[in-house]
């Protein structure tokens, strides 16, 4: 199973980013994906996540309103497409796989797990 993440980068306070995550070796429709993040010195912390049927969603107070999930599953991907950032968002996103329950914050839920992608926002 791989999960790739991509999209990140430097972008300036107010900007947007949107971040993919492709799957491979998984039967993605079957899967809940989730995004979390981790910044410097900080734990890694529940973004967002999505349910296999892509419609329920799921939001931190942090982002909602700001950030949006989809799940592509004809594509293998689920994104999350980043409005309004602010320099707190800067972190390492991960996206994240998990068989069993939807929407769960926890990190040791999650049955697989992607390599990261840096967003680093300048105010």
């Known amino acids: 199973v791989q999960l790739q993440a991509s999209g990140g980068g430097l972008v300036q306070a107010g900007g947007s980013l949107r971040l993919s995550c492709a799957a491979s070796?998984?039967?993605?429709?079957?899967?809940?994906m989730a995004w979390f993040r981790q910044a410097p010195g900080k734990e890694r912390e529940f973004v967002a996540a999505?349910?296999?049927?892509?419609?329920?969603?799921w939001y931190s107070d942090d982002v909602q309103g700001r950030f949006t999930i989809s799940k592509d599953n004809s594509g293998f991907t689920v994104y999350l497409q980043m409005s309004g950032l602010k320099p707190e968002d800067t972190a390492v996103y991960y996206c994240?796989?998990?068989?069993?329950?939807?929407?769960?914050?926890?990190?040791?839920?999650?049955?697989?797990w992607g390599q990261g992608t840096e967003v680093t926002v300048s105010s």
């Open positions: 070796g998984l039967v993605f429709r079957n899967y809940h």
């Open positions: 999505i349910h296999r049927d892509g419609v329920r969603k």
């Open positions: 994240a796989a998990d068989y069993h329950r939807a929407g769960s914050r926890a990190l040791e839920e999650y049955d697989y």
